[in-house]
């Protein structure tokens, strides 16, 4: 698998791959990463990639020539790349989107900057858009990295132990049941006797007691959603 990160700022992004797991899977072929950036493609000759959004408005927004010309040369040397851009008005990124993701060959990620990026490159290359939640971010580098290390787990061969990735979080609509590392017992503070008895049904018994008390503390939305779509199962 390919990943493309179309952005002014490769050293904000080339560093976390360079260590741990992603830097692993690098290294076997697992998958792949480049840089693209705009100002490769601009035609200005002191290449400028911005300028004042039409209309008025505080900023400056990335204009559409480099990225058109860059993006057109992307999809002519990878026609099935799939582009992917990052906006407060794409559907949230979930865990779903990672795992269907994991299936492409070649992602391309847009990471804005300034104001945003020329919404005609969005409507004439992108193949969908996300955000990662309802705040505002400096550029597009962080959710790129996000969406990038969310969707690397789910490729084949990249976590050691493939179990790791059924019992996470959001693999199922619970919370993952917390976890406790040796020493069993630390400054008076113990593990769940439970666990240290051996007995694998009545650990998972357990933990998915756990999941479920994780999930109705901390996300009340999915424990409630849990709750509706057990009671139409009945």
Not at 141 to 156: F, G, H, K, Q
């Amino acid at each position: 698998m390919k990943f493309t990160f179309v952005t002014l700022f490769r050293e904000l992004i080339e560093g976390y791959f360079n260590d741990s797991i992603l830097s692993r899977a690098t290294q076997k072929g697992l998958f792949s990463v480049e840089f693209k950036n705009p100002r490769d493609f601009t035609k200005s000759k002191h290449l400028k990639v911005d300028d004042y959004a039409v209309g008025g408005g505080a900023g400056l927004t990335l204009m559409p020539q480099p990225l058109f010309d860059l993006l057109d040369s992307l999809k002519e040397d990878s026609p099935d790349v799939h582009i992917i851009a990052m906006t407060p008005a794409g559907k949230p990124f979930k865990q779903n989107d990672a795992v269907r993701l994991s299936q492409k060959k070649h992602i391309a990620f847009i990471a804005g900057r300034y104001e945003g990026i020329d919404e005609r490159v969005i409507e004439t290359y992108c193949d969908e858009v996300f955000s990662i939640g309802d705040y505002i971010l400096t550029g597009g580098e962080l959710p790129s990295l996000v969406m990038c290390d969310a969707i690397t787990r789910n490729i084949d061969g990249v976590l050691g132990n493939s179990e790791s990735l059924e019992e996470e979080s959001f693999n199922r609509p619970l919370l993952e049941a917390p976890s406790f590392s040796k020493p069993a017992n630390f400054k008076n503070r113990s593990v769940p006797s439970e666990y240290l008895k051996g007995n694998h049904c009545k650990i998972a018994n357990l933990k998915l007691k756990l999941s479920l008390e994780k999930t109705k503390f901390f996300r009340p939305d999915m424990y409630k959603s849990l709750s509706e779509k057990v009671k139409d199962e009945k």
